[in-house]
């Protein structure tokens, strides 16, 4: 697929009276990036508005870092007493994607499978025959089929990516890549007016724009300390990453093989397997608190023995004797690996937010303008993902000047900054 590719020094024109249309620039073109461009251009396209959205990322392609490198899960549960207010946006994320689930041309690239979760714990074998066959299963196992919450499924998160990515060609909005956005002009009154990028041959590029929505995953505190160096805001993060394989599935892929297996109640540690529609098993671990998050549009690597130990629970827990009409290899093939990072906040609660004219800068702006037109959403966690339909919908009516359909007090800029300063 291809992607808009930027003349040098070109500057992206925009009409005589900037406020006649809008022009929005979202940064991040992974699941929450997409998911708000999808949205927006959905709801300016059934009110007939004149909204221009361009999205743009420093790698070379949308969904490139976490929302790629993820498990691939979609439910209404969420474990952590820190993140139970999570749940309404859970459910309402939840639905918005299975809305779609019906529709071929998402089924095909991503695998949706409802009810497709189980939680493996000690026990005397109660509901191992549901296990995909490409798992070994255990007399002295018991499966929980409600693992994350009674509504769940299993998609491949590439599928995701290829699905928003070509729902928002089709809406008219502009995806460009290779670029890092390096600067912020702001107005007398603290409104955005223009992002300048740089390309990967250093060369610039200036993007006029009505709204700005930071939405750079665990990269996002970087860029806004970046544009806007002087605000009191500060964007606290903490580190949650984690290492990552891709194993070739010795089964045949069929509907039942799509699911997402944990044995995190055996083992008292993350670890997960999810068979995906592309013949492809992936397997993650136990996260990472102290890895240094990598530049904005670079991947880290991961820790070799962490890969190892991997691959060794691979080898022996999926299921090289089972009776599938596919003979399989003597050896697990192993695909691919990697290292993820993920957006998380210091108190596991997203952000979804404007900023005010007045934390936008330490300089009071002149004049009064009730909106800065600038905007951050990240922070999400693992579940990022499973969040993200929703947080686009929400975001797009937030941006739109509308009320949201749920309230999002929780997640405000504020909220989260002052709780921040309280801890320390």
């Known amino acids: 697929m291809q992607y808009v590719d930027l003349a040098i020094n070109q500057q992206i024109p925009s009409p005589a009276n900037q406020y006649e249309k809008r022009t929005i620039v979202i940064v991040g073109a992974g699941s929450i ?32 870092a976490s929302s790629s490198q993820c498990t691939g899960c979609f439910h209404y549960g969420f474990p952590e007493k820190e993140t139970q207010p999570l749940l309404p946006l859970g459910k309402y994320s939840f639905d918005l994607w299975a809305a779609h689930a ?44 409600d693992v994350l919450g009674t509504r769940n499924a299993t998609v491949n998160p590439t599928g995701i990516g290829q699905w928003l990515t070509a729902q928002c060609f089709k809406l008219g909005v502009e995806i460009k890549t290779n ?36 939405a750079c995953g665990p990269w996002t505190p970087i860029v806004y300390k970046m544009l806007f160096p002087s605000s009191p805001i500060q964007l606290q993060s903490s580190t949650n990453a984690g290492d990552w394989i891709v194993c070739k599935n010795p089964c045949p892929t069929t509907q039942k093989t799509i699911a997402y297996v944990s044995f ?50 691979a080898q022996t827990l999926l299921n090289s004797k089972c009776r599938c009409t596919r003979k399989h290899d003597d050896e697990l093939q192993l695909l691919s690996k990697g290292r993820a990072f993920r957006p998380a906040t210091q108190s596991g609660l997203p952000i ?64 989260d900054n002052n709780a921040a300063k309280n801890s320390t």
């Open 33 to 64: 990036g997409l998911s708000t461009a999808y949205n927006l251009a959905k709801s300016s396209s059934a009110a007939s508005s004149s909204v221009k959205i361009i999205v743009i990322d420093p790698f070379d392609r949308p969904f490139a």
């Open 102 to 145: 019906g529709n071929e041309d998402f089924q095909k690239p991503t695998g949706y499978r409802p009810h497709s979760f189980f939680g493996v714990n000690q026990g005397s074998g109660n509901g191992i025959e549901a296990l995909p066959d490409w798992i070994q299963s255990e007399q002295t196992w018991d499966v929980d089929e």
């Open 179 to 214: 670029l890092k956005v390096i600067y912020a002009d702001l107005s007398p009154e603290n409104r955005i007016q223009a992002v300048v990028c740089l390309r990967k041959n250093l060369t610039t590029i200036r993007i006029d724009c009505t709204q700005l929505l930071l």
């Open 264 to 313: 995190q109640g055996i083992l008292a540690e993350k670890l997960e397997f999810a068979g995906r529609n592309d013949g492809t098993i992936w397997v993650c671990g136990r996260r990472d608190f102290t890895a240094p998050l990598p530049p904005p549009g670079q991947n880290a690597e991961p820790d070799e023995r962490l890969i190892e130990e991997l691959f060794g629970r």
């Open 352 to 415: 979804m937010s404007e900023v005010t004219p007045s934390d936008l800068t330490s300089y009071p702006a002149q004049g009064s303008s009730s909106s800065s037109g600038v905007f951050v959403c990240w922070g999400h966690g693992s579940y990022g993902l499973t969040l993200s339909m929703g947080t686009g919908k929400l975001m797009g009516q937030l941006m739109c000047g509308e009320k949201p359909d749920l309230d999002l007090s929780l997640f405000s800029l504020r909220k």
